[in-house]
């Protein structure tokens, strides 16, 4: 696995150290993964109220940051739990598909892992820093999607809720990007906390995937209301 992953990063800005580091990453956002479908499945199992998972993951994250990096168990418990609670918050959405079409988180899962994959590659193929300059973009748009999020409680627009499905998949998607060279930059200068740059790409994926899935609910939804209509009009004729 570690001379597939060299090969992978075999361009002339990775070291064998940097390559080290992101399999270290790689390894921590796998597990993430997991812990984190694991928090899917608790949540269709108890149908605990779902609002718990941000309060949590807000502490998590403080809690990281703040917590001396030499406690790697205790910190990888922190980010495991994170991970769980961000599971546990989208587990209503992925209930739902389930019961429309289990096919549509199975495709929701495999679109996420190509979209995450293929702009991986683009972030560690490309020259370095060469997308650093998105950062100032994505964090506008991020900006832009949290005031629309927060407009749309009162409007209730489905023109602005399908802006905020499709535009905050591009912009997750450029986060993939702008992150892991952001990471790369960081290990450069010091910064090897693989644990807090696994979660960056945890949270990257997540907003991948939840938007994804939205988008095959809807679409899936369409094609029921079209039929439907097609139906009542040759039942009519």
Request: a neutral charge; charged letters at 15%; one cysteine or more.
């Amino acid at each position: 696995m570690s001379t597939v992953f060299e090969s992978f990063t075999s361009t002339q800005t990775f070291t064998k150290g940097l390559s080290e580091h992101l399999q270290k990453v790689y390894l921590t956002l796998g597990v993430g993964c997991i812990v984190g479908w694991l928090g899917v499945e608790a949540f269709m199992a108890s149908h605990i109220s779902p609002g718990l998972a941000l309060p949590v993951s807000l502490l998590c994250i403080v809690l990281l940051i703040f917590t001396d990096k030499s406690k790697m168990y205790f910190r990888f418990a922190i980010y495991s739990t994170l991970c769980f609670s961000q599971g546990y918050g989208v587990g209503a959405l992925v209930e739902i598909a389930n019961i429309v079409d289990p096919v549509i988180v199975t495709t929701a899962l495999v679109t996420t892992s190509v979209v995450f994959i293929s702009f991986s590659i683009v972030a560690i193929k490309s020259e370095r820093r060469s997308h650093l300059y998105l950062g100032g973009l994505l964090s506008s748009s991020l900006t832009f999607l949290l005031l629309a999020e927060l407009v749309n409680l009162f409007l209730d627009s489905v023109m602005l809720f399908n802006i905020q499905v499709y535009f905050g998949l591009l912009v997750f998607s450029g986060y993939v990007i702008f992150d892991t060279q952001l990471i790369v930059e960081k290990y450069f200068a010091g910064d090897q906390d693989h644990i807090l740059h696994a979660l960056e790409l945890f949270l990257d994926m997540v907003g991948i995937f939840v938007r994804v899935l939205i988008i095959l609910l809807q679409e899936r939804g369409n094609r029921s209301e079209s039929r439907s209509k097609q139906n009542s009009s040759r039942a009519t004729r």
